[in-house]
């Protein structure tokens, strides 16, 4: 369907955000993805949180792998940079295009396949070297692009849509992502508009790793009984840890809570994460008891969701490196490029 244009056309009363902007500057191609597909929802989140943030499009740079995953970021943001690359190259270009340029928005997208088989050593060290990035994997257990193979996130005792039951242990980027360092760690279902919006938002504002594993079920190949990533598997086993509400540092806090209920989590910007606990007993900034209780509730087979882990002072590959502050292209040739002069210095101080 890649051959039928998005109509231009709008209605004139479409709600307009700060910048002038409404929901069709946010959106991209028309998708070309099976109808139902979870990945589509998790477009509508991405483009439903630069529209609320009131992003302009030009900041942001799509980076992606190979799947039907990483197809998505063309049926979203057509007016920001994207870069489709190779199938689990996504961290490592977008690893190399931030420290070119460290003002724009960072927005990797991948699968299951992509980050947790061939390109699970980018997704670790990406994540534990603390690229300023939103790093999203839309989660389905399959590969769904070359037609339903189990991947590496599928759980062991899962059966496949013939019936194969998968003997292998999973993967969980989620624990994972914690072990390796990450400073924002989340768990959201495409299914879940309402949870996941704000974890993208908080995601995007978050400076330092972030990443996101979004449950994001394949109907062509793994939405039936017997799979663990299908729509009604992650609605019934969903054991949601607490609601966030993302606000920005200039808008004040409005709505009452019932002390105790809500946790305020200050962010070094000046933002605020509102925490709605569901579980009484998670606390959001202890990464060692998150792992734990990942672990736990994942035995009883349950899908925990939400803010699962955030630093709210992290630190980014640029701070541990030293680098200038001004992107790249707008240095002159002296300054990228010395001379000899300043090679033979730093030489001398390495013998
Ligand atoms: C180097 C390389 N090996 C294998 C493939 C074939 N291939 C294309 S997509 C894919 C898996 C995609 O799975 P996933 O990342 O989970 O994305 P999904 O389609 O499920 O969204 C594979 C193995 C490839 N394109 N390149
Ligand atoms: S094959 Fe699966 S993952 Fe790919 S578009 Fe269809 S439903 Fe989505
Ligand atoms: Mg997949």
Redesign the pocket.
Known sequence: MTYIAKPKFHHPGLPKNALGYTHRDYEGKISTLCAGCG?DSITAAIIEACFELSIEPHRVAKIS??????KTPDYFLNASHGFNS??GRMPSVLTGANLANRELIYLGV?????SAS?GLGQFAHALRRGVNMVYIV?N?G?????KGQF?ATADRGSKSKRGVINADSSIDLVAMALQLGATFVARGFSGDKIQLVPLIKAAIEHQGAAFIDVLSP?VAFNNHEGSTKSFDYVREHNEAVNRLDFITARAPITVAYEPGSVEIVEQHDGSRLVLKKVAADYDANDRLGAMNFLQRHAAMGQVVTGLLYVDPEPEDLHRHFNTVDAPLNTLSEKELCPGSAALEKINASLR
């Open positions: 990945h792998g190979i799947g039907c995953s990483s190779v199938h991948s699968g299951d396949g992509d061939i839309e389905n399959v590969y769904g692009l070359t991947s394949c």
